[in-house]
T-cell receptor, first 118, second 117 residues
C-alpha cells in the first residue's frame, strides 16, 4: 500500500525567503509519480510540479523545485523567493504507475499550511 | 479555467433535501473522481469512475449516490444528509496511467462547499 507523510502541519516563512516543505513516501511500486498541489483558502487544488520515479534530474517549475531523493524516499518541495500569495495548504501526492488499478490511484499526504509573512 | 468545472460552488441544504453536485471535464480524460475534504482531515477518496464504470466505492454511506452518464460528466446525488457531511467536495479527472509519458496527474475542479443545516 502507498503512504505519503507530511510531518509539518504548519510552516512560516518571511517574504522573499526560500522554504522547504517535507514529504516522505512509501511504496512497493517500481514506477510512480510524485506531485505537489497548492490549495488556497478558496478550495481549488492547483497542480505545481511533477517528478517521475525514473527521472534523473530534479523537477523545476519557475520558483518551485522538487528535491527528489529516491533512496531516502523523500520528495521535498522548495519554494524560492516566497510571495504573500504563496500562503496556502500544500499537499504532496503519489500516483502508482505500474500494476495496481488501471486508473492509477493518487494518494495524498495530510498537507502543510504555509504562511508567508511580509 | 482549470479544465474541470464544478457546480454549484456553494450549497446549503437541509437534512431532508435532495440536491446534486455536477462535475464536467472536456480534457479527454477517461477517469473521474469524487473526494471529500473535511476541516482538519485528509482528503478522502469517495468514488472512482474509469471508462464510465464505477471501479471504487470507499465505504461511502448510501445517502451519497454517484452517477457518470458519459466520460465528460460526473454527478453526486445527495439525500438525507447529516451535519457531519458538511465539507468541501472536490471532483477530479485524469488520463489512463498507461497513456504516453510525462505528467500523469489529476486535474481538479474548484470544489463545492457544502453546508448541511
Amino acid at each position: 500500500a502507498q503512504k505519503i507523510t507530511q510531518t509539518q502541519p504548519g510552516m512560516f516563512v518571511q517574504e522573499k525567503e526560500a522554504v522547504t516543505l517535507d514529504c516522505t513516501y512509501d511504496t512497493s511500486d517500481p514506477s510512480y509519480g510524485l506531485f505537489w498541489y497548492k490549495q488556497p483558502s478558496s478550495g481549488e487544488m492547483i497542480f505545481l510540479i511533477y517528478q517521475g520515479s525514473y527521472d534523473q534530474q530534479n523537477a523545476t517549475e519557475g520558483r518551485y523545485s522538487l528535491n527528489f531523493q529516491k533512496a531516502r524516499k523523500s520528495a521535498n518541495l522548495v519554494i524560492s523567493a516566497s510571495q504573500l500569495g504563496d500562503s496556502a495548504m500544500y499537499f504532496c501526492a503519489m500516483r502508482e504507475l505500474a500494476g495496481g488499478t488501471s486508473y492509477g490511484k493518487l494518494t495524498f499526504g495530510q498537507g502543510t499550511i504555509l504562511t508567508v509573512h511580509p | 479555467e482549470t479544465g474541470v468545472t464544478q457546480t454549484p460552488r456553494h450549497l446549503v441544504m437541509g437534512m431532508t433535501n435532495k440536491k446534486s453536485l455536477k462535475c464536467e471535464q472536456h480534457l479527454g480524460h477517461n477517469a473521474m473522481y469524487w473526494y471529500k475534504q473535511s476541516a482538519k482531515k485528509p482528503l478522502e477518496l469517495m468514488f472512482v469512475y474509469s471508462l464510465e464504470e464505477r471501479v471504487e466505492n470507499n465505504s461511502v454511506p448510501s445517502r451519497f449516490s454517484p452517477e457518470c452518464p458519459n466520460s465528460s460528466h460526473l454527478f453526486l446525488h445527495l439525500h438525507t444528509l447529516q451535519p457531519e457531511d458538511s465539507a468541501l467536495y472536490l471532483c477530479a479527472s485524469s488520463r489512463d496511467k498507461d497513456v504516453g509519458a510525462g505528467n500523469y496527474g489529476y486535474t481538479f475542479g474548484s470544489g463545492t462547499r457544502l453546508t448541511v443545516v
